[in-house]
């Protein structure tokens, strides 16, 4: 009986769970709890281009492209940065695309 308390007690101290909370087209949020304490970790979409699944951060991704919030709150708005600097890459890449084109045709003539 005391080893299946000791073990039951291990189990709810060391066991954890993540429940993902929102999904967008470039970020996640994850509630992790571990221990009765929860916490978000919130990270940006990356494709695994060689097996084609989403890559999911590991502890070297934390403070890079992974980060962990105390509160959903702030967990949102870390995603929706994730989101807005996003948009903006998305618009940087499209007027440098631009530009080379007028620049490869300036060249030609």
């Keep these: 009986m005391l080893c299946w308390d000791?073990?039951?007690l291990i189990n709810q101290v060391f066991s954890r769970f993540f429940t993902q909370i929102r999904k967008t087209d470039c970020g996640f949020?994850?509630?992790m709890g571990q221990g009765g304490y929860i916490h978000y970790e919130v990270f940006k979409k990356r494709l695994n281009r060689r097996f084609g699944t989403v890559s999911y951060p590991t502890d070297k991704a934390f403070g890079i492209w992974a980060w962990t919030c105390m509160t959903l709150e702030r967990a949102k708005d870390k995603l929706?940065?994730?989101?807005?600097v996003s948009k903006t890459n998305i618009a940087v890449k499209s007027v440098i695309n631009f530009l080379l084109k007028i620049n490869?045709?300036?060249i030609s003539l």
């Design 80 to 84: 929706e940065e994730i989101r807005s």
């Design 29 to 31: 949020i994850y509630a």
């Design 104 to 106: 490869s045709l300036i």
């Design 6 to 8: 000791l073990a039951s």
